[in-house]
């Protein structure tokens, strides 16, 4: 059967208009529940402003952010998307992860809210919309696909967040904090930085970080992390040692310093010691011994495998909350 020239136009524009069908569904669905910020406060004797986006996640009033959108000022106004303003307070921050939960009064309404789904069933080039305040320009719509997943992206405190969507939905100034979203309407991602210099890298913490922070919020108002009481550096492990010892990698946690009366004092951990698992999983690097200290293993006893000159020793030790 031949295909027309008309034919093949036919088609390209039912394609189009499904595709901006969907961005239209999911903006109507999605809008209600997205909100700007604005953020005043005072340093070293000289008034700040801060504006950025933001998202609400519950009828109540709770909404999400990136945490250096929060931390900007302390007066911190919601502009709905009716136009109204009102005043929020800070439920917690979390700088590991760049995100925030605040909460404004809904009112003695139910507040439109936006859905966490699972940002773990994301595929490279899904379609995804991003929503937020850029330059100050309110409900600003982008669309874009997902260009990677699983990128690692530098905190402000220098902790690395992991499983970081690419995309290149344009964002801008603004935009952080706001949702990025699957054309179901739900959001897969937390907008929250861009490459200066760049088009078209931009990145996003995954909605199940987010989920995760934000149970961490509510319950405890600070995201509780595990920690052992050492100051330490990632070092390379010689050929040999790895060979000899069975170990899955070149590389190891130095310990530079055990600090006093921590759980790694406690347990026998002494200056000059290399950490080279926690619980038969590999420390090759700093960044991923901060991965696997989650709040989960506060209080629970662990066992950390560590080369001292020659030897490999293992000592059990119970980490403590991260102070």
Known sequence: MMTTMDDEKIDDETLLDAYSQ???TTLDRTRGGVVALTLRGQRAQRRVE????GFIITPDGYLVTNSHVADAGEQITVTL????????QKVGSDVDTDLALLRIGSGGSRLHHLELGESRSLRVGQVVIAIGNPQGLSQTVTTGVVSALGRSLRARN?????????????LNPGNSGGP?????????GVNTAIVAGAQS???AVPSDTARWVVSELMRHGQVR??????AAQTVPVPRRSVLHHGLEVASAVGVDEVLTDGPAERAGVRAGDRIVRVDRLPTQDVDTLHRLLGGERIGRSVQVELLRGPQKLAFDLVPAARR
């Open 22 to 24: 969907a961005v239209m």
């Open 50 to 53: 801060g504006a950025g986006s």
């Open 81 to 88: 998307d009716d136009g109204s303003e009102r005043v929020a």
């Open 158 to 170: 220098g902790r690395l967040i992991d499983g970081v969507i690419q995309t290149d939905a344009s």
């Open 180 to 188: 990025l979203l699957d054309t179901r309407a739900r959001v897969v």
């Open 201 to 203: 890298l931009c990145f």
């Open 225 to 230: 992390r595990a920690w052992l009481g050492i």
